[in-house]
């Protein structure tokens, strides 16, 4: 990868980034304030307390595995073009 | 007597390690400090791996109030508090995930040591680096401060000794610490510093549920006596408006604090921040979640109202410390706490150390042609921060009220500073010189200014008149401005 293409990797990822924020903002509102509509208790516990925390944190969790697997890429951070310019010159 | 000394010698014994630890770091670092001191002792030569930059970034964004006011409040105001804490499992994939990779290929590319060598070349301005420079050295010392005096009332509360007492017991090591082991010692430092805020954590909990009478008898206790702790918005307690303003200073802004984004120059490669990101949102939401489960389960022994306990939830934590552990354990338990606030104090110094040593004493001796060896950058970067933390030190003996009111600004107020210049400046190439410092004066400004006065718009924090101001000024900036050299943005885009 040339670092112009990084560059297009990692807007990509930025974007993803902002879609995983707004997908946590729906689910913890759902999870939260909307299951506690149902007035549901479990566990001497509240279910929108055990949906709306322990939830949007296993969700969150789950979300950045899934991004980390699926939309990051490994590269390398230092410049690879100078690297391979240098490399050229050398044969 | 006896109860006391038990009660202060785990903190002691913790101290004396995060010393040690420190003083071997840098006598292995020393040996191999090929790239230069300078990198080395303020961003640790880029090398973290994932796990300690998991730990480091979690550690310095959790402060003693994640541990004492934070879970105090959830006493008073229930699920509500837990709900809204768990907010901030979004601040890691934030920040390392959106700025982590460019302002690393960007810093190996300029050899950036600090986020101001960053700022400073994207804008090509002094002057925005010195303003950056002044806010972060301002804003950094007087959050230093309260978590001096929140680490040090704590200490007195639960183990008797004085206040006087618990500054000294950690807050000198923590300053001698940081000077010593640079910024390698540091991450190391609070990645021990995490696994204790996690030990206490579980401890705590422990000793409350079983002091408590048992999970069954604390939650019958809650429902039959303060009902409203188990509705979200708390009986009027937690309204919605206070929701949407936790997301935003928080949750969604954390990801302009400068004292987060200058860990994106210290990794190593891309594997260990995708590493991070992931162990970094689960202990995020683990402390979280764990630490105000822990407030609302102490009204199992807490159960009167406020005025009973010195009107002040800050004191609620340390009551429920004293009052479920045995002194030992409470020892043990406090090094948490502690280790939360003197975890963010050593990554502040360090960070305001470089503002003033790299960004402008070392910048305008270069700009000079002054060489300065390399023998000299050591000891000034050294003794600006011993004499910094020291400064500190003595403030928060008898810390005047100018420095809680800074407090109360510096998180929003960087947040305002920061998030544009940042965001903006690595991902729009129209933002220009002009843009940022104006973002940056009036952000600041607007929402300094807005605090001061309690304005606020539809009862949002007035962090959303400051990222506002900020982020208009940028993009008016930015357009009516010149633009920024062909040659510079080629690095950026």
Not at chain 1, 38 to 63: E, K
Not at chain 2, 60 to 79: E, R
Not at chain 2, 259 to 284: E, P
Request: glycine share 10%; aromatic share 10%; proline share 2%.
């Amino acid at each position: 990868m040339n670092r112009k293409q990084k560059y297009g990797q990692i807007r990509k990822e930025a974007i993803a980034c902002f879609w995983a924020l707004l997908a946590v903002i729906v689910f913890w509102t759902i999870s939260g304030i909307g299951v506690s509509r149902l007035n549901i208790t479990i566990f001497h516990t509240p279910l929108w307390a055990i949906t709306g925390c322990i939830g949007t944190w296993i969700f969150s969790v789950v979300l950045v595995i899934w991004l980390v697997k699926h939309v990051f890429m490994d590269f390398s951070l230092d410049d690879d073009e100078t690297l391979e310019m240098e490399a050229a010159d050398e044969r | 007597m006896n109860g006391k000394i038990l009660a202060l010698l785990p903190v002691f014994i913790f101290m004396v390690s995060m010393l040690a630890v420190s003083v071997i770091l840098r006598k292995s670092a020393a040996k191999k400090e090929s790239q230069g001191f300078v990198k080395e002792y303020f961003i640790g030569s880029r090398s973290l791996g994932g796990f300690v930059l998991a730990m480091t970034t979690v550690a310095t964004y959790s402060s003693v109030s994640s541990f004492v006011g934070g879970p105090g409040q959830a006493w008073s105001i229930g699920f509500g508090w837990i709900y809204m804490s768990v907010v901030q499992v979004t601040a890691l994939f934030l920040v390392l995930g959106v700025l982590g990779k460019k302002m690393a290929i960007v810093g190996r590319k300029i050899d950036a040591v600090t986020v101001i060598d960053v700022i400073r070349h994207r804008y090509q301005s002094d002057a925005i680096a010195g303003i950056s420079a002044v806010i972060i050295v301002v804003f950094f010392s007087a959050t230093m401060v309260a978590q001096f005096v929140g680490g040090a009332k704590l200490f007195e509360a639960v183990t008797g000794y004085s206040y006087l007492t618990g500054l000294v017991v950690f807050g000198l090591v923590v300053v001698i610490y940081t000077t010593v082991g640079g910024f390698r010692g540091v991450a190391i430092t609070d990645t021990l510093c995490a696994i204790a805020m996690l030990a206490g954590m579980v401890l705590l909990m422990a000793g409350v549920l079983k002091q408590g009478g048992g999970y069954e008898q604390i939650m019958t206790n809650i429902a039959a006596n303060k009902p409203e702790m188990l509705e979200p918005f708390s009986g009027g307690n937690m309204p919605l408006t206070l929701y949407i303003s936790q997301w935003m200073l928080v949750g969604i802004f954390t990801i302009g604090l400068p004292q987060s984004v200058v860990r994106s120059l210290s990794y190593k490669d891309t594997k260990s921040l995708h590493h991070a990101i992931i162990l970094g949102t689960i202990v995020v939401g683990a402390m979280n979640i764990g630490m105000n489960f822990i407030g609302v389960l102490s009204q199992g022994i807490l159960p009167e109202s406020l005025d009973a306990y010195g009107n002040s939830v800050d004191n609620i934590i340390p009551l429920a410390i004293a009052r479920s552990l045995s002194p030992l354990l409470a020892g043990i338990t406090i090094i948490g706490p502690i280790a939360a606030s003197i975890s963010t104090i050593s990554s502040l110094l360090l960070s305001a150390t470089s503002s003033i040593i790299k960004d402008v004493y070392l910048y305008e001796k270069e700009k000079r042609g002054a060489a300065v060896p390399e023998s000299r950058a050591k000891t000034f970067s050294q003794l600006c921060n011993l004499v910094l933390g020291l400064g500190i030190f003595a403030i928060s003996i008898n810390p005047p009220d100018v420095i809680w009111k800074l407090n109360m600004f510096a998180f929003g107020g960087l947040e305002s500073a920061f998030v544009w210049v940042f965001l903006m400046g690595m991902f729009w190439k129209k933002a220009n010189k002009t843009g940022a410092v104006w973002s940056m004066v009036l952000g600041t400004l607007v929402y300094c200014v807005t605090m001061i006065f309690g304005f606020k718009i539809a009862g949002i924090h007035q962090i959303l008149i400051g990222v506002i101001a900020s982020l208009a000024a940028m993009i008016a900036g930015s357009l009516l401005g010149k633009k920024t050299d062909e040659k510079i943005l080629d690095i950026y885009f």
